[in-house]
């Protein structure tokens, strides 16, 4: 069974930086494509980032140049190191394979950002 814990939100100011984690269980974690999306209060959950197996990345517009997705395979952790971080990037993130297994969502780790 696949087990997904985010954590590492928290309340920031516009600006500010923070480190995400995702730690990964029940699966070969190194054959997998991994991926950071966040879901903002009354919008769709929308992928931000992606790293495959073979460590290659992909961000969404609106992140670009500011996040940045790696993974450590020994320990089966993803992790999103978010920069100069805006309101617009206050939403609940969440870790999943991709393309995401609907069984597999985590809580998520609440990311909230002040202007």
């Known amino acids: 069974q696949v087990q997904l814990v985010e954590s590492g939100g928290g309340l920031v100011q516009a600006g500010g930086s923070l480190r995400l984690s995702c730690a990964a269980s029940g699966i070969i974690f190194s054959i997998n494509d991994m991926g950071w999306y966040r879901q903002a209060p009354g919008k769709q959950r929308e992928l931000v980032a992606d790293i495959s197996s073979i460590y290659r990345t992909w961000y969404g517009d609106s992140v670009k140049g500011r996040f940045t997705i790696s993974r450590d395979n020994g320990k089966n952790m993803v992790y999103l190191q978010m920069n100069n971080l805006k309101p617009e990037d206050t939403a609940v993130y969440y870790c999943?394979?991709?393309?995401?297994?609907?069984?597999?969502w985590g809580q998520g780790t609440q990311v909230t950002v002040s202007s």
């Open positions: 999943n394979v991709r393309p995401p297994r609907p069984s597999s």
